[in-house]
């Protein structure tokens, strides 16, 4: 199956630096949901971008699926923003098409 | 907005019980989903639905299963619970729009502990 990398693992970003997080994937994808689990559990839908670039707020993300790759952007971090981010492309099709998930990048953003 | 709800937030059981997880929608999706999440290994597929009554395996369905009697319910269901199944337990749904790629919504989750 598909396989997913997130990088980096881990992120420490002082209020209002800026980021960049990236997710690779292994094979040709149909779409891709961004997602942010607070430290609650609870995941949120942040982007679904199967290509291109699109923004909500200080957050943007692009997809390059030609070259297997989503860049999420948040600029002007804080501290709600802490938590993990998960990047989930969809593969297959029809009934089989399913997410998969990166094992994330958990970002931490201090005072 | 879409809710998605979960009938517990925590849950502790013993081995050997038999353990209901329940899912509900508001949004009259067709497509539900249950994942479970350990640390360092991300989210994980264990059966989906696209249907009532319809049900397929996922990623990692060995000492699970699932029924789906109505649109907006699906539960997953621990025959007989194991220590190894002590994880986070995240219920999906999403429309069949899309071929089946549409957008998927979480439900809180539900942290179960089997001892």
Not at chain 1, 17 to 27: G, K
Not at chain 2, 12 to 20: A, D, L, Q, S, Y
Not at chain 2, 103 to 111: A, E, V
């Amino acid at each position: 199956g598909i396989q997913v990398e997130q990088s980096p693992p881990d992120l420490i970003l002082q209020e209002g630096a800026n980021s960049t997080l990236r997710c690779n994937f292994s094979d040709s994808v149909n779409n891709l949901q961004w997602f942010h689990q607070n430290p609650w559990g609870q995941l949120i839908n942040l982007f679904y971008i199967p290509s291109g670039t699109k923004q909500n707020g200080r957050l943007s993300a692009t997809t390059v699926a030609t070259e297997r790759y989503s860049l999420l952007y948040i600029s002007s971090s804080q501290t709600t923003d802490s938590g993990v981010y998960f990047c989930a492309p969809f593969a297959g099709t029809g009934t089989a098409s399913k997410l998969t998930f990166g094992t994330g990048t958990r970002l931490q953003v201090t005072l | 907005d879409v809710k998605v709800t979960q009938s517990s937030r925590y849950l502790v059981k013993r081995t050997g019980e038999k353990v209901f997880l329940e899912c509900v929608q508001d949004m009259d999706h067709e497509n539900m989903f249950w994942y479970r999440q350990d640390p360092g290994l991300g989210l994980r597929l264990i059966y989906f639905s696209y249907d009532v009554k319809m049900k397929e395996k996922g990623d990692i369905p060995e000492g699970y299963s699932v029924s789906r009697e109505k649109k907006e319910r699906f539960s997953l269901i621990l025959e007989s619970a194991s220590t190894n199944q002590t994880s986070m337990y995240l219920c999906a749904s999403s429309s069949r729009l899309a071929g089946g790629r549409g957008t998927q919504y979480f439900g809180p989750g539900t942290r179960l502990t089997v001892l």
